[in-house]
């Protein structure tokens, strides 16, 4: 397709400040942009890096606490900057659009989405109501929501996180902007969702000839969607090219180490000849109360100083199933054993030496950690509790701990949870758990929250820890990549149930078992024909959610893992 | 036209031209159309509507000096961290300091200051002010400035002591609430819920006529008291000792001994009849404390963190005091500085009525009742005692919304 060569968006040397310590600090340091109609432009950065500030300064629009302070921004020849509030807001929504990173937060859950989404053409009087319904109806044909004519007049909470994650691009193009802005529209959404919204967003915006910036901090995705490529670090542009050159061949160290990251690989261990599993997690059936069952049947097992990574879909079971292990949701059948004994099923009848042995790292750094608390004392309480340290010898333990994750204890042993980066936050949580001297750590996607460099680090300093002081890791993510780079084994999970489990080698050869294959497929490659090739192998209709339901119940690999 | 009037206008409009010329566009707004309105007020009041506009914004004026002087005064003498929270409190919240620290001054040296006793007599019913008494005097001829004085020690007082155990009540309540759940959240809410369904002016009256009279006396006063002591003192003992069955009986003896110790102590303060007066205030407005607590407190509980405490095999008491307080304080301080003021005019308006802090002991209540009928006369004498309650209301109500602003984590 021909794409018109007329520039639509100009930025040139935008400086953004914000608001914080009662002074105005530089966040854009200097951003020149340039967007042609109907290009898709991916903006790629780690948090922190000013993606999204950038993606609203293109509307004119600075957040609350932050001011454009200088440079220029003009669209289709009109200059923002010094444009009135309502002429700004005349081009929102009309013609520029935006679809943000969490749909189900993003929609008004008390009214219908089509109700949603007809808001904008009705208010700009583009269309009268029945057009727009009918027009919306159109668009999420053509993103292939399932039932068309229907799916519109339920209330956002009827629909799956990727259907709604459509339903907003659809809305987006309600009024056929000139330009959408795309924040993380899939960091939110599992593998195989991922695809079927990455597949309708890159179709329509084709269709339509619609400019779009592509905020995201995932590679393989923006190698996807987008013709040119702009990295961003703390404010700055580091470098642009045309997506394929920049693949081939980046020109800056910085870019160059973003590619390179996930070359990291943990080799991989095995289970001993003979030996009692640490923990053995037997034919477990859970609920969570008066619901249909979460877990059926969950058995698998993980020995010493070896990682299992559980690998499934959100809703699978993973995060429960460590909940039946650290006591938290005791098991309506079956039994967890640590080194042969069975584990009391609640925590609350666990003595202080079980509750010892088995830890656990979470997702969301920002809600484990007490805000209020000193960093001495998130990591001290551990030490005191279990080891009744006191005093110097406390100070110490910390000091060895913080050393261990590789922070400097003087500078953190005083400070508050709310002044770390996201990474230092989750080596923090790393380090609490280790000051109980755990042998067994539950690490619930510990690095989905994180970028990859950050990500990285952490999964580096988990294998050394595991290395040096022989802990097991019972791995919980939807992310493959760590799950190559970290596993020893692997549990997959679908539906609450264990559908295979092996050695990493094992798993990651064929014959797969078809939801494992349907896993492994749909994580997206830095080849930026990977979407384009998979779609025309597997069919623009057999994608995420379909594609798990037409998987045959026969299939003689389906029927030995239910055996 | 007199030269008051002259320099009247010439003030407002060179002012309102300096404003627009340096381009303060809310500034000129407000000058400019307080010269219209003058011109307007001229006309129909005169010079002396002109006065009173002048007299008010000198008023104000002087008072914005003297909570920006004291908010400075407050950050140059408080240490770092405090001086830097101080710099973020707008004006008024430091006029309600000011306020609330010159009532606390008079409160504290009431008999160093008021010039003559609370139940006093000097001179004739109702007497004019004048160099002997600053504000006349009432009904029974005592001096209206040191009943004021005495007035700010005990209705604040009062109110204080009623606040803080409802606070401790509720507070405690909602915690315990908050972090066990089942059954025992069950009950205190729903007792809560049966408290908070009787309107409290309706409820304070029935507790105060089942109380007052005959029961008001010490022994009556001092088992009240215990029982309250006991049922809090029980919530905080099974908070520490949960299942240990030494920590319990250890618990319950300190606890027999402090409520008498604190029984005591109370006695010592105040008369039984305040006593009483104070635990019904608690009994009515620990409920609000409650929800409020159990709420906030609800929030914090469901993090990772608790999850992640609770797995350490964590005490409850370790849990409500270092991981759930210090991310509840805010908003409780601000509901403390809100329930103060609603007590504050509870008892004041019980005093109207009569059955609050009895005669003759001074209280700002009681001195409108007993003045009021002086208000036919075109007098403003019971006003008053009116307006500082009115003044301490707004004033703690000012230094709350400060806090309730900080609290709720809103960007300038």
Redesign the interface.
């Known amino acids: 397709m021909i794409k018109s060569k007329d520039v639509l968006l100009k930025i040139r040397d935008l400086k953004i400040q914000g608001?914080s310590d009662e002074t105005w600090i530089d966040i854009i340091k200097g951003v020149d942009l340039t967007l042609h109609r109907g290009e898709v432009m991916g903006l790629i950065g780690e948090s922190g890096a000013g993606k999204s500030t950038i993606g609203a300064a293109c509307m004119g629009y600075a957040r609350?606490?932050t001011r454009i302070s200088n440079g220029s921004i003009e669209f289709d020849g009109m200059e923002l900057t010094t444009a009135s509030e309502g002429e700004r807001r005349m081009l929102r929504g009309s013609r520029i659009a935006y679809v943000a990173q969490s749909a189900a937060a993003s929609f008004n859950p008390a009214h219908k989405i089509i109700d949603q989404h007809t808001e904008a053409p009705l208010q700009y009087r583009l269309k009268k109501r029945v057009e727009a319904q009918e027009d919306a109806m159109q668009l999420y044909e053509k993103l292939r929501l399932p039932n068309p004519t229907e799916i519109g007049f339920r209330y956002p909470h009827q629909v799956s996180g990727g259907q709604l994650q459509r339903a907003m691009t659809a809305m987006a193009m309600s009024c056929r902007p000139d330009l959408i802005i795309f924040d993380e529209p899939t960091t939110a959404l599992d593998v195989t969702t991922q695809i079927e919204v990455l597949a309708a967003i890159r179709d329509i915006v084709d269709e339509y000839n619609t400019a779009a910036i592509y905020i995201t901090h995932d590679l393989a995705v923006v190698a996807q969607m987008a013709d040119t490529i702009k990295v961003l670090l703390k404010g700055r542009e580091v470098e642009e090219a045309p997506t394929k050159e920049m693949l081939d061949n980046p020109q800056e160290e910085y870019t160059k180490s973003l590619w390179a990251v996930r070359s990291f690989q943990s080799p991989q261990r095995h289970r001993p000849k003979d030996g009692v599993p640490l923990i053995s997690v037997r034919n477990v059936d859970a609920s969570y109360t008066g619901g249909a069952k979460v877990l059926d049947d969950v058995s698998f097992d993980i020995y010493e100083g070896m990682t299992v990574a559980v690998v499934g879909e959100s809703g699978s079971g993973k995060s429960t199933t460590a909940r039946v292990i650290?006591?938290?949701l005791p098991p309506s059948k079956g039994e967890v054993l640590f080194k042969g004994k069975p584990f009391p099923p609640s925590?609350k009848d666990?003595t202080?030496d079980q509750?010892r042995q088995?830890?656990?790292i979470?997702q969301?750094a920002d809600?484990?950690?007490?805000?209020?608390?000193k960093i001495s004392?998130i990591i001290g309480?551990?030490a005191a509790?279990?080891s009744g340290l006191k005093g110097v010898a406390l100070k110490n333990r910390v000091d060895e701990l913080l050393d261990l994750i590789e922070l400097e204890p003087s500078q953190y042993y005083n400070r508050y949870p709310p002044e770390l980066s996201g990474g230092q936050k989750q080596r923090i949580g790393i380090a609490?758990a280790l000051a109980?001297e755990p042998t067994f750590i539950v690490c619930d996607e510990v690095t989905s929250a994180l970028d990859q460099l950050v990500a990285e680090g952490i999964l580096r300093l988990l294998d050394r820890l595991q290395n040096e002081l022989g802990l097991a890791y019972m791995f919980i993510t939807h992310d493959l990549a760590t799950v190559r780079s970290i596993a020893d084994e692997v549990v997959v999970m679908q539906h609450g149930k264990v559908v295979e489990q092996g050695p990493k080698d094992e798993m990651f050869t064929p014959p797969h078992h078809p939801y494992t294959d349907l896993l492994l497929s749909s994580v997206p490659e830095m080849d930026p024909n990977w979407l384009t090739t998979l779609l025309e192998e597997r069919g623009i209709d057999n994608v995420g959610d379909a594609a798990a339901a037409r998987i045959d119940p026969n299939d003689p690999k389906v029927s030995n893992a239910n055996a | 036209m007199s030269v008051f009037v002259i320099a009247y206008y010439s003030l407002l409009l060179g002012a309102s031209c300096l404003a627009a010329y340096f381009n303060k566009r809310s500034a000129f707004l407000l000058l400019f159309s307080l010269t219209l309105v003058s011109f307007v007020l001229g006309i129909i009041g005169g010079v002396s509507a002109l006065r009173i506009v002048a007299i008010l914004a000198g008023l104000l004026g002087l008072s914005a000096m003297v909570s920006y002087a004291f908010r400075e005064f407050l950050i140059a003498i408080a240490s770092k961290n405090l001086a830097k929270e101080l710099r973020t409190a707008p004006l008024t919240a430091a006029f309600g300091m000011f306020v609330i620290f010159t009532v606390a001054v008079a409160g504290i040296f009431a008999p160093l200051i008021a010039p003559y006793g609370e139940a006093q007599v000097i001179t004739s019913a109702f007497a004019p002010a004048d160099e002997n008494m600053l504000l006349g005097a009432d009904q029974l001829g005592r001096d209206i400035f040191s009943r004021l004085v005495f007035g700010a020690r005990n209705t604040v007082a009062l109110a204080l002591a009623g606040t803080v155990m409802a606070f401790i009540l509720g507070a405690l309540a909602g915690l315990m609430a908050a972090t066990s759940g089942g059954w025992f959240d069950q009950f205190l809410a729903r007792t809560s819920d049966v408290i908070m369904s009787i309107p409290s002016l309706i409820f304070a009256l029935l507790m105060l006529s089942i109380f007052g009279g005959d029961l008001a006396n010490d022994t009556t006063s001092f088992w009240l008291l215990s029982g309250f002591i006991g049922v809090t003192g029980l919530l905080l003992v099974s908070a520490i000792a949960e299942r240990s069955m030494i920590s319990w009986v250890i618990g319950l003896a300190i606890l027999a001994g402090a409520a008498a110790v604190f029984g005591g102590f109370m006695l010592v303060i105040f008369n039984p009849s305040e006593i009483i007066l104070i635990l019904v205030v608690a009994v009515i407005y620990s409920p609000r404390v409650f929800r409020l607590t159990r709420a906030v407190a609800g929030n914090v509980v469901v993090m990772d963190y608790i999850e992640a405490a609770k797995l350490r095999g964590e005490r409850r008491w370790y849990l409500i005091r270092r991981e759930i307080l210090p991310n509840s304080t805010a908003p409780l301080i601000a509901e403390f500085g809100l329930e103060f003021c609603f007590v504050f005019l509870l008892i004041a308006g019980l005093s109207f009525l009569g059955l609050g802090i009895q005669p003759p002991t001074a209280d700002w209540g009681s001195m409108v009742r007993e003045n009021a009928t002086l208000i036919s006369f075109g007098d403003i004498t019971p006003l008053i005692p009116a307006a500082a309650i009115a003044l301490l209301t707004v004033a703690v109500n000012f230094v709350v919304d400060w806090m309730l602003y900080r609290s709720s984590g809103l960007k300038v």
């Open positions: 608001y609350d606490g650290t006591g938290l925590y666990r202080k509750l088995c830890q656990m979470y969301m809600t484990a950690l007490n805000p209020k608390v004392e309480r551990p509790f279990y609490r109980a």
